[in-house]
């Protein structure tokens, strides 16, 4: 059973057309993640959500946004895409931030791939 | 700036054999490590971790070790299997719950 579910799987928008990728779960977790992953780079964290406090990494850009309106569902919104926008961008989740016990980790969804032209 | 770095882009080893898979770190607070497997067109899956206060933890066929002192951290899977075959990422933990990957390491495991 999909656990962290990624829609579309591939999208492709023009140039500075706004676009919006979604992500859903399952596992009912407090924490959600959106990563940027361009090709043979390592994940890039963006932003996350605890339950619904908002924490934007430093170096994302004003042009991605995000929503959490409810604890399954996540938005990641790109307001005006460029064309070094175009990557894999993968959701995560995990039950919580602070443990750091053995075992808490994150559930990536399947990723959606954006094509900007 | 890349704080987890994994050098080997790529590694090839023989069904049977010991595969070991290298990452370097340079934030001196992470305090939890991790490391994932992913396939193709899927989203990277949680293998094995270990915490900052350990050196070494084992959970099958799968063994992390953590050298704090010289920041390095290495995957150790033995005996390798043909369904191995995947790209690695290590993955560390800073304070805010912010994760830090490096760029992978694509294993091939030759039967």
């Known amino acids: 059973d999909a656990m962290v579910i990624q829609n579309p799987r591939y999208q492709v928008t023009q140039f500075g057309k706004p676009v919006t990728l979604s992500c859903s779960q399952t596992l009912n977790h407090n924490v959600m993640y959106w990563y940027q992953q361009k090709s043979s780079q390592a994940p890039k964290l963006l932003f996350h959500y605890y339950d619904k406090d908002f924490n934007n990494e430093a170096d994302t850009p004003d042009n991605f946004q995000s929503r959490r309106p409810n604890t ?26 602070l443990a750091g016990a053995l075992g808490d980790t994150q559930y990536f969804g399947p990723g959606t791939r954006l094509t900007v032209l | 700036d890349q704080q987890v770095k994994q050098n080997s882009p790529s590694l090839s080893v023989q069904e049977g054999r010991i595969s070991i898979l290298n990452c370097d770190y340079t934030n001196s607070m992470f305090d939890y490590f991790l490391w994932y497997k992913k396939y193709p067109a899927e989203g990277p899956t949680f293998l094995i ?63």
């Open chain 2, 49 to 111: 971790s270990i915490s900052s206060i350990k050196d070494k933890n084992e959970d099958g066929r799968f063994t992390v070790f953590l050298n704090k002192s010289a920041k390095h951290l290495s995957l150790h899977i033995v005996p390798s299997q043909p369904g191995d075959s995947a790209v690695y990422f290590c993955a560390a933990r800073a304070t805010g719950n912010q994760f830090y990957f490096g760029t992978g390491t694509s294993l091939t495991v030759i039967p």
């Open chain 1, 72 to 97: 399954s569902f996540c938005f990641l919104d790109i307001r005006s895409p460029g064309l070094g926008d175009a990557a894999m961008y993968l959701c995560a989740t995990s039950r919580d931030t």
